[in-house]
């Protein structure tokens, strides 16, 4: 496979083409559905479940997001945020392309690329989504706006917008008009039927006409035609590097259609190029999820994000100097028609540029807006049924009621006379995206900006008393939020790997072939509406990538799973698929959970069967739960601990360990049981389930250590667990606890700290073949130099946690009794030889029975 395309938006989309045009084999993966004219929802029940949350049942458009200081909507479908967005092409400003402008907390928003380098693609995007400025001359809401604007002196347009309102180019203007079909034909299939805009103002949930020119009418029909395999429902969770030069993608499929309850197959296909365009929470996850997988990426990784400076208002109840209503009717025609531009002061204005542009919406809004005034609905009524009482009571001759339920529907004077305004432009782009928990986070704070909105809002509040209205904020601006429809950043371009993530091609500093084609490239705001920008950026890369000027990624040989990525696991509940995978993928059968095998240990007294806990003299298990401060790229424990409680890196771990064999646990003097379950570390991706674990209760020490001067005897508690990350890089977990008495009650910190190693590959214990061996004295915690050290850290048992661990002990057998009885004198058998009568008595969990 020549290249993977990841993602359908202005960046994926333009690649997938452009690519498969050279003659390039070209897979492109969409997460969400196709949305082909007539599919976008409308009717409530529709609406309740157009949301993307496949945990949950919904593989819908909308995708939402709460973040710390904003939220975020962005899209998941064929066509990526062109579904939802409001059409508006705008060119980035010459002088917003700034240089070494200084962002608060360090760095600076510095932009490697000119408006002169992308104005030739900025002519080539153009010329697929054929923008036009808006063209009638009635609609109220476009009146205003230009008669405001010019009586306060402001700047306006009517920008370029992909929407058709002719059935040619140059012709009159109609509604609802037939639209020829494109000669690349549409990737909906034969029959797709497109008609003129109808002034709907339905352009942010989808446009049921096809007036839109979406990028699934244009750049991803050419694709199509050109030869791309264009896929669906098809989710990127891992991506690496393979040996021999270029990339593994791991993937799910999800299937909607199928509700029973299932794990999603995780699946494999490898190419030379490796195009992300999933957009800046999209593609940056992605990054951050395999970091482990691409050690080499940027430090910079996750910075210069900026919400491109959007802010929501609306001008209220507008009316002539007379008093009248002043119609706008927001949900008349597109969603924008008109911008009005302050300039930057590196342009000649004050401050930080800006757009303001009208925002309108779909008609049934309007009646949202006129049945959440409840007061007067109410008061509406309540009048209208005294009338209609009395006319009951006193019988009145009167049967015609018309002008009575016109009373109670209202004039909708509020509805008629209000309209959003859409504000955005260069904030300060100092927000830092990173996982917490496995999940995306996003430190963004209003308090940097305050300036810039200040004078949006001012310019805003200015409008709306030109057209006789009141201004009123978004809600959430009260909270200090803002809401953003264009999130840009995480994964900037700069000039070197300090600087940014990729060059000014989006191509990935340290891995040749690996792209990043979307708003998460942009170092900064784009002030302007980004979507135009980012196609030009993705055009320009690939123009360089067909020329054969990239740093030319290495061939690789096509094949199916690689042996050292081991077993395909499963990933998360959901629907599995079950269709065979394409030649050079690779798919395994769904499982029950990744890592929750139960291992035998060679060596001991227990039966195949007794692996799984049932043997002669029974099984014994407890679940561990320890948290801890950890830092990748550091070798010392201590310091990985120190390193990371100063950048709040966390990791903690959830372990049952199982003795499958009491009697041979008790008599071997390793005393080697099973570890399974998950570990949390963002620096390695987030969740990563054990693949195989090992665990060692009071292995004796050294003989330097066993009975050193003032300490007597030493035993340490052993982990090894084998992960993943979520690209695939093996992982080996290797921890031990320290049990040792020294200088005072040390008891409590020897059993709950827990010194941890992470190592590069899957790293047996010494003497063993990686097979389910036992691991041996001077083993775990001590590996022989050779494996790379991820990093390094220490975790610690909360006491709540302790607390709980007391309620998880388990036996099974024919004698769970004497199995916990066994287990418990072991155990405090070995305590009372380290520390002897100085931890008498202790309120250990067990106790041997008499």
């Not at 009524?381 to 009571?393: E, F, I, P, S």
């Not at 990791?651 to 049981?673: K, N, Q, R």
């Not at 099973?674 to 963002?682: C, E, F, K, L, Q």
């Amino acid at each position: 496979m020549d290249a993977v395309v990841v993602g359908s938006g202005f960046g994926g989309s333009v690649a997938a083409y452009r690519l498969a045009a050279a003659g390039q084999t070209v897979v492109l993966m969409e997460r969400g559905r196709a949305y082909p004219p007539g599919s976008f929802a409308r009717t409530p029940a529709e609406m309740g479940r157009n949301f993307w949350d496949p945990d949950s049942g919904l593989y819908g458009l909308f995708d939402a997001w709460t973040f710390r200081g904003l939220e975020g909507i962005v899209s998941s479908g064929l066509g990526g945020g062109s579904l939802i967005y409001a059409n508006v092409l705008l060119r980035k400003d010459e002088h917003w392309f700034v240089n070494e402008s200084p962002v608060p907390g360090g760095g600076y928003e510095s932009w490697p690329f000119t408006l002169k380098d992308l104005e030739p693609y900025y002519d080539t995007a153009e010329a697929m989504l054929l923008p036009v400025p808006y063209p009638y001359q009635d609609t109220p809401k476009t009146m205003a706006m230009e008669a405001s604007a010019k009586a306060l002196d402001l700047s306006i347009s009517r920008p370029p917008i992909a929407v058709t309102f002719s059935q040619r180019p140059g012709a009159t203007p109609g509604m609802n008009q037939l639209l020829p079909a494109a000669d690349y034909g549409s990737v909906h299939g034969v029959g797709t039927v497109r008609t003129t805009c109808t002034l709907s103002g339905e352009c942010d949930i989808g446009c049921n006409t096809g007036a839109k020119n979406t990028l699934d009418h244009n750049y991803l029909s050419a694709a199509k035609t050109a030869g791309a395999d264009i896929r669906t429902f098809h989710d990127v969770r891992g991506i690496r590097p393979l040996p021999d030069g270029g990339y593994e993608v791991r993937y799910v499929i999800h299937d909607p259609a199928d509700p029973r309850p299932g794990l999603l197959t995780e699946r494999l296909i490898h190419c030379q190029r490796l195009v992300l365009g999933a957009g800046t929470f999209g593609s940056t996850f992605l990054l951050l999820r395999n970091r482990a997988s691409l050690p080499a990426l940027s430090p910079v990784l996750g910075t210069r994000f900026s919400g491109n400076g959007d802010l929501l208002g609306f001008v209220m109840d507008a009316k002539t100097p007379d008093g009248a209503v002043r119609p706008l009717v927001g949900s008349r025609g597109p969603v924008i028609t008109t911008a009005i531009r302050t300039p930057d002061s590196a342009d000649g204005g004050d401050g930080r540029g800006y757009y303001i542009e009208d925002a309108g919406y779909p008609a049934f809004m309007n009646w949202l807006l006129e049945t959440g005034q409840l007061r007067q609905a109410l008061g509406r009524l309540g009048r209208v049924a005294v009338q209609l009482l009395k006319d009951r009571l006193f019988q009145a001759r009167r049967s015609n009621i018309s002008a009575d339920l016109a009373a109670a529907l209202g004039d909708g004077r509020l509805s008629a006379s209000s309209v959003p305004l859409l504000g955005m432009g260069r904030d300060v782009p100092d927000g830092v995206m990173s996982l917490q928990g496995g999940r995306l986070a996003i430190n963004w704070t209003l308090a940097t900006s305050a300036g810039y909105f200040g004078r949006m809002q001012a310019t805003m509040q200015a409008i709306a008393g030109e057209l006789g209205g009141s201004f009123r904020q978004n809600p959430l601006w009260w909270t200090k939020r803002v809401i953003t429809v264009h999130p840009l950043g995480g994964a900037p371009a700069g000039r070197n790997r300090y600087d940014g993530v990729c060059d000014s091609y989006g191509e990935v500093f340290g891995y040749p072939g690996l792209y990043v084609l979307d708003g998460s490239a942009m170092p900064g705001p784009v002030g302007a509406n980004p979507s135009l920008t980012i196609a030009a950026f993705a055009e320009r890369a690939c123009a360089r990538i067909i020329a054969g000027q990239e740093t030319r990624p290495r061939d690789i040989q096509l094949r199916g799973a690689d042996p050292a990525t081991g077993p395909t696991r499963a990933l998360v509940p959901d629907a599995t698929k079950g269709t065979r995978a394409p030649e050079s993928e690779t798919a395994a059968a769904p499982v029950a959970a990744a890592g929750t095998r139960t291992l035998r240990i060679p060596g001991s007294a227990a039966s195949p069967s007794s692996a799984a806990g049932e043997t002669a003299t029974g099984s014994v298990s407890f679940t561990e739960q320890m948290h801890g401060w950890f830092s990748a790229g550091v070798t010392d424990p201590e310091a990985g601990r120190s390193l990371g409680r100063d950048r709040s890196c966390r990791m903690m771990f959830e372990l049952t360990i199982t003795a499958p064999d009491i009697e041979a646990f008790v008599s071997d003097p390793l005393h080697p049981a099973t570890a399974t379950g998950y570990v949390v570390a963002d620096q390695f991706g987030g969740r990563l389930p054990v693949e195989r674990g090992w665990f060692n209760l009071f292995v004796r020490g050294t003989a330097a250590e066993d009975g050193a001067p003032g300490t007597g005897p030493a035993r340490k508690m052993l982990y090894r667990l084998w992960l993943r990350d979520p690209g695939g890089t093996p992982l080996t977990f290797v921890g031990h606890k320290d049990i040792r008495n020294e200088a005072g009650f040390d008891i409590w910190t020897d059993t709950t700290t827990l010194f941890v190693t992470v190592l590069a590959g899957h790293i047996p214990p010494d003497g063993g073949d990686g097979d389910g061996q036992r691991s041996g004295e001077g083993t775990q915690g001590r590996d022989a130099p050779g494996p790379d050290v991820a990093g390094a850290g220490i975790l610690f048992i909360r006491p709540w946690d302790f607390a709980r661990q007391l309620t998880t002990f388990r036996a099974t057998g024919p004698a769970p009794a004497s199995a916990l009885a066994a287990f418990g004198k072991l155990f405090l058998g070995e305590l009372w030889q380290v520390y002897g009568r100085s931890i008498s008595p202790v309120p250990f969990p067990l106790r041997p029975r008499p």
